[in-house]
């Protein structure tokens, strides 16, 4: 028979060593024998005693030889031999999908393509061996984290450790992605520290425990690694296949995933963004993650196909239920301890609005107990950025503002959702890793205080968890069509020719360089025409954008109903703008301030980051203070021109590159004041749902009369948030002087509109100026 590949120096033995041979048929029979005989020349002096490994549904029976040869020497070693086959390293995509029908498994070919692999190919059967290790070693492992009472019961244990032992030697030979936890529900049944802490749940069971792990449990087979990227493209088809990255944060990740477990917590704009973890992951030869998603996704075959693609499903409503609370804790805590990585996205749920939702802490508690538990000595917090040109599910999110009801998840759904894919071109997906957090610098090393004290570890947790996102955002590249939509949205259903909006977004990008913000490619290509045309065409015909042709030159406007989608992209790129629109209504505030406008500036700025606080995600009190400073410090001796007031205030912000206030900020404002305003004659303990409808109302009224800039603000989606503003100034509690207090709230968010006001007219200023210079340089 030809000759089999094999690694020899993975092959380590003693005077005395028993190698377990997992075996499928005659052919591997053969292959590992005839291995072994090379070993036995190698080693003449060791004795090598060959048992063949008992299957996994092996019968109590076929476990009597183990239980009889672990009885023999604790010094004996065991060594875990198996046939590992290869599969073919220029498999197509299709033979790729066609590996998931029965018989067509590359790793586990039939007894008949085994033959034919070892006749024609014979590099891809290759024997690996697991690493050894002594009976003596293994039985006090057993006796240390198990509640095996028998040598039956140690003889399961040893091939539970053989068969993870060969996969590790397997996933050595593959790369890092093929990494997957494997036997976890045995394993942790069988876990003494489980079965401890399930005595403590009234009415548990192991019997009922596990079939919750089955329910949890998920694993990357390797036909499913191979299936990744063709799955991805699939749900992500319309997009430039080739996915943007930063090589260098790669390079970094790669780095740290070395040496300690990490969790990656993504942004979360579409239900792309599952299958795009993965997919990155793999490109980039970095270990697999297993990504949570709610149960309301295992719809149909897509439950057992996700599963064996790494998806963890978890119920949505778990506060009752205490035992199942508890197994999804021990299973969070068994795949952190075995270093394997998790994933979900830090904002729970998908932002119809495209700004960052607020982090949920729910599973981030559960990994934050296995590292104060000592599961392992560190946690890496990865953030991951995934940002999008364009996606097709805001026109989902705009009827979801307007008051529309979710699509439940099915079949239906999930063919209309692949077919939209396919529509249009919508550019590129863009991923970034910045630097991870380190679970160990804010929590402290396991067992220490923090895991005493649980509101001091709420807190640690908060702020741990707000880090995160404030880098995922910090790396989130502003894209063009963000900066493209919050310029078009400003002017309020009024047409652009080319030129304009070419000369007016050179602002914004030079405030982006000077601030070293990462931009992408496409926000680069807006310093040229041709540019700002590519990203003007790609977003016409109404996706958002609408271009007006038969004229003297095309222009593009953005109509009223295409409002909602078009914010979705402007929001995406706010957090690059959020402070520089502070300053300015700071600033209009101090205008028209009495007394000290210098203080009235910066109590103005610190009351507005209060205000917005449920919208966007801001540094300490301290740290936003030094940078309100530094925004200001493009103006020389500011602090005089302040204190001055009127004039000098106003040729300040006519002077300052981009004013970006009305652009980006206003909306929220505008949500805010509707909401204040159903609440002049509200009953003090008004239900969420009672508000969102009766402001959606008042809001219309609002467009209607022209009280708004724009339907914009009427959205169910910024009335959530509003109502959170409300409630935090304390105006859902009764009081006696609740309606002096809403309605001076009122009053003060209509001051703050008016500023809006004072900022937008000088902003037409400064384009009415620089369209006389343009037309200036055009006649010279």
Do not use: C
């Amino acid at each position: 028979m030809t000759s089999v590949a094999a690694d020899p120096s993975a092959f380590t033995t003693t005077d005395d060593t028993l190698v377990l041979a997992s075996v499928s048929s005659p052919i591997e029979a053969d292959l590992v024998e005839r291995w072994l005989d090379g070993q036995r020349a190698r080693h003449p002096e060791t004795k090598i005693v060959v048992l063949r490994l008992p299957p996994r549904n092996a019968q109590p029976a076929d476990y009597a030889q183990l239980v009889e040869q672990l009885e023999i020497d604790e010094d004996r070693s065991i060594v875990p031999v198996r046939v590992f086959w290869m599969p073919r390293a220029d498999a197509s995509a299709l033979s790729r999908v066609s590996a998931l029908l029965p018989g067509r498994d590359p790793y586990h070919p039939n007894e008949r393509q085994q033959r034919q692999i070892v006749r024609s190919e014979p590099s891809r059967a290759r024997v690996v061996a697991g690493e050894s290790a002594k009976v003596s070693e293994l039985r006090q492992q057993w006796r240390d984290i198990t509640v095996g009472e028998n040598p039956r019961d140690f003889a399961h244990f040893v091939t539970r450790r053989a068969l993870l032992a060969m996969e590790r030697a397997e996933y050595r030979i593959l790369g890092p992605q093929y990494k997957s936890p494997r036997l976890v529900r045995p394993e942790i049944l069988a876990s003494a520290r489980f079965r401890a802490g399930l005595e403590k749940i009234p009415g548990a069971t192991v019997e009922k425990a596990g079939e919750m792990l089955d329910e949890l449990a998920t694993g990357w087979s390797r036909v499913s690694v191979d299936m990744v990227s063709v799955l991805g493209r699939m749900l992500s088809r319309g997009f430039d296949p080739e996915i943007d990255y930063d090589e260098y944060q790669v390079a970094a990740m790669r780095t740290a995933l070395e040496t300690h477990p990490a969790v990656l917590l993504f942004s979360h704009r579409s239900y792309i963004d599952g299958a795009v973890m993965p997919v990155a992951m793999q490109e980039n030869r970095l270990p697999p993650v297993h990504v949570f998603a709610g149960i309301n996704l295992a719809f149909g075959v897509m439950g057992p196909l996700l599963r064996r693609s790494g998806v963890i499903f978890i119920r949505r409503n778990i506060g009752n239920d205490p035992l199942y609370k508890y197994v999804l804790k021990e299973y969070v805590g068994y795949v952190v301890e075995k270093r394997f990585n998790l994933s979900w996205s830090i904002e729970g749920t998908r932002s119809r609005t495209g700004k960052m939702l607020p982090p949920k802490l729910g599973l981030m508690s559960y990994v934050a107990d296995a590292y104060l538990d000592g599961r392992s000595d560190d946690i890496l917090l990865q953030g991951v950025s995934i940002s999008f040109d364009q996606l097709h599910e805001t026109a989902e999110y705009a009827a979801y503002a307007r008051g529309g009801e979710k699509r439940p998840e099915g079949f239906s759904w999930l063919y209309n959702f692949i077919k939209a894919q396919g529509e249009r071109n919508y550019g590129k997906i863009y991923v970034r890793f910045p630097e991870a957090v380190s679970m160990r610098q804010h929590l402290g090393p396991p067992g220490g205080p923090i895991a005493q004290d649980e509101a001091a570890r709420r807190l640690a947790l908060q702020k741990m968890s707000f880090e995160v996102a404030w880098r995922i955002l910090r790396a989130t590249p502003v894209n063009a069509t963000g900066l493209v939509s919050a310029l078009l949205l400003t002017t309020h259903g009024v047409a652009l020719t080319l030129g304009q909006l070419h000369h007016t977004l050179q602002d914004s990008l030079d405030y982006l360089e000077r601030k070293q913000t990462p931009v992408s490619t496409s926000a680069l290509r807006l310093r040229t025409p041709e540019g700002v045309r590519a990203a003007v065409d790609a977003l016409s015909n109404g996706h958002p954008v609408t271009r007006v042709d038969g004229g003297r030159e095309p222009v593009w406007r953005i109509a009223p109903e295409d409002e909602h989608a078009a914010a979705f992209y402007r929001n995406s790129v706010i957090h690059a703008f959020l402070e520089t629109s502070i300053v300015e209504l700071a600033l209009a505030h101090a205008g028209h301030a009495d007394g000290d406008r210098v203080e009235a500036f910066w109590k103005q700025a610190m009351r507005l980051r209060d205000l917005l606080k449920f919208d966007f995600y801001f540094a300490d009190s301290a740290s936003f203070r030094d940078n309100i400073a530094e925004e200001m410090a493009w103006h020389q001796d500011w602090e005089a021109h302040v204190a001055a007031g009127g004039d000098r205030i106003d040729a300040m912000l006519f002077e300052k590159r981009p004013l970006m206030s009305d652009a980006m900020l206003r909306v929220f404002f505008e949500a805010y004041e509707i909401v204040s305003d159903v609440l002049r004659d509200a009953p003090a303990d008004i239900g969420e749902k009672e508000l969102t409808q009766l402001a959606l109302g008042v809001g219309r009224q609002y467009v209607a009369q022209g009280r708004v800039s724009s339907s914009e603000p009427v959205s169910t989606l910024l009335f959530a948030t509003a109502r959170q503003v409300v409630a935090d100034q304390q105006l859902l509690e009764p009081a006696a002087d609740l309606a002096e207090r809403r309605n001076a709230f009122r009053r003060e968010l209509r001051a703050i509109l008016h500023d809006f006001d004072h900022v937008a007219q000088i902003a037409r200023h400064q384009f009415v100026a620089r369209e006389a210079e343009a037309r200036r340089r055009a006649a010279s």
